[in-house]
């Protein structure tokens, strides 16, 4: 059901674990739809993007989201973390089932929510970033049958 | 291929070698249909009557109250949608509960959107329907009341004689969902005051695709699947003959060795829940802790989702299932176990263990061993289990 790079990434998780004094931390989804999300980033000076951490509660496409999403923005500046969309995570992992699309969708919450967090605490802008939304469930409508 | 432990019967089962064995004559020789007139022919037809003459006294049942069907969810849908078009005049509404099996819930839904009221009674902790709010439920105009035997989930055995004779008291067709229960726990639909009852082959070692419908002589329902005069006009299609072998050589088998057969099933999964509830912190059994099927375990685990569980367990080739959202395509856990009252993040972390009698204390004790591994490795990168931790240490 998953690509090989899907279990890879779901086998033998990158970065997880928890940073201390994090410049940013950002926790999305909910625990109804079955994902969470935590994502840890050390900032330095430069903005560029030192070290990211995540934890997950989730399926295998939700920590594999995850853990692929924080090799994509290690390293980054802030700016270009911006770049690591939802597609680009899927595209990463040789895409996903489409009942998991919503998975990726938490991850690059997850990213842009820690980014919001370290924006807020320094006071600076990061373009088009914007307030994350504490809920990503898709409302999805149940098809007549 | 890895050696693989298979502990998801309540899923399938694996085909008795003596099973597949009484059924292959019926595809290459006895190959008539048995509707024919010529002689080729009978041997199929003597087939069917034998098996349908098996399984109606493995239940106490008349043979000409049992019908071929291509499984449970072909006998749930004809039992509740036929009753309903049947009974209508009388009335147009039905009593169910809220951890039915799909086949059932869905087939209410479909009936809800043309006219029919249903009310889902809720279950008490363990699962169990409560018969108070049964007999709460019952209005005059109640025509059919439909509660499985025993939970596909969870395993919980319902009060069916009670239930049975509640709706008899009433003058209420009773259904039950047994495809669960049929052939691994003794039913007598007389007893217990069945007017129908769905059963699949495939869940007592016998084949897939094949199941039956019982329905009571004088329950006034018609043919659902219509075509020719099998089944008595009431189940058109030619007969899967070898299926239907098959089914009658699997309930043979499985009534004979029921009694040992449940004790070794219970022994088993009265050591795996008992190993998993004390070597691992914050688990929880669902379901009934005595009265449920002698295969069945079911576990909640905090902090993790279920679906991750089934992937690292299935990489040491145990085979399990979950009711967690992840598994079925919805966002939503398992209705059985929100009905149960657990909530949603507890539910997802949920993992149905299903044993047959092949299985072993060693696969037990590997499992186990697996699963305490899994589980904390799980829950290491569970931000539910982080903040647990923390709040924990803070006080």
């Keep these: 059901m998953y690509t090989e790079k899907v279990m890879d990434h779901f086998e033998h998780p990158r970065n997880v674990g928890e940073i201390e004094n994090p410049s940013g931390m950002g926790t999305v989804g909910n625990a109804k739809c079955g994902d969470i999300m935590r994502i840890y980033l050390d900032i330095d000076e430069n903005q560029i993007i030192r070290d990211v951490k995540f934890k997950t509660f989730g399926c295998?496409?939700?920590?594999?989201?995850?853990?692929m999403a924080t090799t994509m923005v290690k390293g980054k500046s802030v700016q270009e973390a911006m770049e690591v969309t939802n597609k680009a995570v899927m595209e990463a992992l040789d895409g996903l089932p489409p009942v998991k699309v919503h998975c990726s969708l938490l991850a690059e919450e997850a990213i842009h929510a820690a980014l919001w967090d370290y924006a807020q605490k320094n006071n600076i802008e990061i373009k088009g970033l914007q307030?994350?939304?504490?809920?990503?469930?898709?409302?999805e409508e149940d098809e007549e049958y | 291929m890895k050696h693989v432990i298979y502990?998801?019967?309540a899923a399938t089962t694996?085909?008795?070698p003596e099973v597949a064995e009484a059924m292959m004559p019926y595809f290459t020789e006895y190959y008539g249909n048995p509707s024919s007139i010529y002689d080729f022919s009978n041997p199929c037809k003597e087939a069917i009557a034998h098996s349908r003459e098996t399984i109606a006294k493995s239940i106490g049942a008349k043979t000409n109250e049992i019908y071929f069907t291509a499984g449970g969810t072909e006998s749930d849908n004809w039992a509740i949608k036929a009753a309903a078009e049947a009974y209508q005049e009388k009335g147009k509404h039905i009593i169910t509960s809220k951890i039915e099996h799909h086949a059932v819930l869905h087939t209410c839904e479909y009936l809800e959107k043309r006219g029919f009221e249903v009310t889902y009674l809720d279950v008490d902790e363990f699962g169990t329907v409560k018969l108070s709010e049964l007999k709460k439920a019952i209005r005059p105009d109640t025509i059919l009341i439909s509660i499985m035997f025993a939970n596909n989930e969870i395993g919980t055995i319902q009060p069916i004689k009670e239930i049975g004779?509640?709706?008899k008291e009433h003058g209420i067709l009773f259904h039950t969902d047994a495809v669960q229960a049929y052939a691994h726990v003794p039913i007598d639909v007389n007893e217990y005051h069945i007017d129908m009852m769905s059963a699949s082959g495939h869940k007592l070692n016998g084949p897939k695709g094949i199941g039956f419908l019982y329905i009571r002589t004088g329950v006034k329902i018609r043919s659902f699947i219509h075509g020719g005069a099998q089944e008595r006009k009431r189940r058109g299609g030619t007969e899967n003959v070898p299926g239907i072998v098959g089914l009658g050589k699997a309930a043979e088998m499985a009534m004979q060795d029921m009694k040992e057969r449940a004790e070794k099933e219970t022994f088993l999964r009265d050591y795996l829940i008992g190993r998993v509830l004390k070597e691992i912190p914050y688990a929880r059994l669902n379901g009934h802790p005595t009265n449920r099927l002698s295969?069945?375990?079911?576990?909640?685990f905090q902090f993790l989702e279920g679906e991750s569980m089934l992937i690292l367990l299935d990489m040491e080739g145990v085979c399990g299932s979950s009711g967690?959202?992840?598994?079925s395509g919805s966002l939503d856990p398992s209705h059985v176990l929100l009905a149960i009252g657990l909530p949603h993040e507890i539910a997802h972390g949920s993992l149905r263990l299903t044993l047959s009698e092949e299985n072993t204390k060693e696969e037990m004790d590997f499992v186990v061993e697996k699963l305490k591994a899994i589980v904390e490795r799980?829950?290491?990168?569970?931000?539910?289990?982080?903040?647990f931790v923390k709040k924990n240490s803070a006080r």
Excluded at chain 1, 60 to 67: E, F, L
Excluded at chain 2, 324 to 327: D, K, L, Q, V, Y
Excluded at chain 2, 378 to 387: A, I
């Design chain 2, 378 to 387: 799980l829950r290491s990168m569970s931000p539910l289990y982080e903040d």
């Design chain 2, 295 to 300: 295969n069945n375990a079911n576990f909640a």
């Design chain 2, 165 to 167: 004779e509640i709706a």
């Design chain 1, 60 to 67: 295998g496409a939700a920590v594999a989201t995850s853990s």
């Design chain 1, 131 to 139: 307030k994350p939304k504490s809920d990503i469930s898709e409302g």
């Design chain 2, 324 to 327: 967690s959202a992840c598994t």
């Design chain 2, 7 to 9: 502990l998801d019967n």
């Design chain 2, 14 to 16: 694996k085909t008795r």
